[in-house]
């Protein structure tokens, strides 16, 4: 597998994965050890203590490795006095190609393990049914842990340091250990060739030819498995990619589809015989509310992030304003209603427009109110909208100039029986009332209609 292409994904993959594969593994090194003991507890009295002590670096490092794969239990462990430097120990450990206490508690153990059953000195006093179990699972536990040190996600880990949600890399493995893994299979077949396959004594002998083979067999089955899960990375990575170009296309076609028709408009109004900057300014003021929708939308998760409320909405025009005026413009009513089609549109032009317009005038605090009401027809809503600010207010004639922003709001709105009035309030700011009908299209969010 080329890693080149995208370590980071190849390492976050295989972290991942191989918590699980953790978890699952200490279950079955739990019952392998269940198994070995309970074949220990056939022995004589006299090799009850020897069977107990070469059991016991085993047992303590399967116990540790269950914990260690367990977040529940490491934090218990971490209450226990005197347990903060281990439990610090384990969790630096994740996603690391380095020797871990459990690791050589469980390698070492599981060799003490096999020595008791086989090699040249195994206890007396056992049955080959007793025995044979017991070679089974110290085998099938040298097995898992072999598993999991071959695969460990710290051999992923790339040279440039890796941040993907909570996981961060830290180092790649050192060159040594790198060509060890290569070896640990080889290794381990020969560690039980010499304990298990050659017949030492009389004891060992009597164990089934067709068992012992079979134990040095799958040790070469972890080179089988390495290449398997190499392969799923490899596939990952691909899949991620192509994931990657979906998103890319997506992103870069709804950005073309929700962005043309304001930067047409624009475009249009700019390149025109008379253009009217008024007009151009509105324009601009609700392209730039598009494109912040659009980039909220991406970075939402399950993309449903485009406003279609006035709290939604007004979160949109806020991160659109200066930084400097951002403190200064309050939703005060109408968070709850929610906008659909036409509704949307106009709020979203007339808000960001009145608010900047505020702004521009110098007042340090404005506030804007939404209120739904049902018309004297009731197929129609009648939607209204106050802006309150404390600048130095405007001039009585400022909604007759025929080039301003509030005539073209006027306009607009008059398209959809409504329009705008205002209060200029000489030296102590405006207020600017705007209102429209709409046909039953918006609602409140605790439920239908008013």
């Known amino acids: 597998m080329d890693r080149s292409v995208r370590p980071d994904i190849v390492w976050v993959t295989a972290l991942r994965a191989l918590d699980e594969q953790h978890r699952t593994t200490s279950l079955l090194r739990l019952g392998c050890l269940a198994v070995l003991w309970a074949a220990a507890a056939t022995l004589p009295a006299d090799e009850l203590a020897r069977a107990g002590g070469q059991l016991a670096l085993v047992t303590v490092g399967c116990l540790l490795s269950g914990v260690h794969a367990r977040p529940a239990l490491t934090d218990a462990l971490e209450r226990l006095p005197g347990a903060g430097g281990l ?7 994740r996603g690391r190609a380095i020797v871990d206490v459990p690791g050589l508690l469980e390698a070492f153990g599981v060799v003490a393990a096999g020595l008791l059953f086989a090699g040249p000195w195994p206890v007396a006093g056992l049955s080959v049914s007793a025995r044979s179990v017991g070679v089974l699972a110290s085998v099938a536990f040298a097995w898992l842990v072999g598993l999991n040190a071959l695969l ?21 493995a050192p060159r040594v250990l790198r060509v060890l893994r290569r070896l640990m299979p080889s290794l381990l077949a020969i560690l039980v060739v010499l304990i298990v396959a050659v017949p030492w004594v009389p004891e060992v002998a009597a164990v089934p030819v067709v068992l012992r083979a079979a134990a040095v067999g799958a040790m070469f089955v972890l080179e089988i498995v390495w290449i398997c899960f190499e392969q799923l990375l490899a596939a990952t990575v691909a899949t991620v990619r192509d994931a990657e170009d979906i998103v890319r296309k997506g992103a870069a076609q709804d950005l073309h589809s929700l962005t043309k028709n304001a930067v047409r408009l624009v475009a249009t109004t700019v390149e025109g ?56 413009c309050h939703l005060v009513a109408g968070h709850d209603i929610a906008l659909r089609g036409t509704d949307y549109q106009l709020a979203r ?89 709409s046909p039953r299209a918006v609602r409140r969010r605790a439920g239908e209609g008013l």
């Open 87 to 93: 439990t610090g120990h384990l969790a630096g450990t």
């Open 152 to 172: 460990d996600a710290g051999w992923y880990a790339p040279y440039a340091p890796v941040i993907i949600g909570s996981d961060r890399s830290d180092q790649p």
């Open 349 to 437: 032009r007339v808000v960001a427009d009145l608010v900047m317009n505020a702004l521009k005038a110098g007042a340090t605090r404005v506030e804007v109110g939404v209120a739904l009401d049902l018309d004297t027809d009731d197929r129609f809503h009648r939607f209204t909208l106050d802006v309150t600010d404390d600048g130095p207010g405007m001039p009585a004639d400022a909604g007759e100039d025929p080039a301003g922003s509030l005539r073209l709001l006027d306009w607009e709105l008059n398209r959809y029986g409504g329009g705008i009035t205002f209060d200029p309030r000489p030296e102590r700011g405006t207020e600017v009332h705007v209102r429209w009908r």
């Open 273 to 328: 015989p008379d253009p009217n900057l008024a007009q151009i300014r509105v324009l601009v003021r609700d392209l730039l509310v598009v494109v912040e929708e659009n980039r909220l939308e991406m970075l939402t998760e399950g993309g449903a992030a485009r406003a279609h409320d006035v709290a939604a909405l007004w979160q949109v025009i806020v991160r659109i304003l200066p930084d400097s005026g951002r403190h200064r």
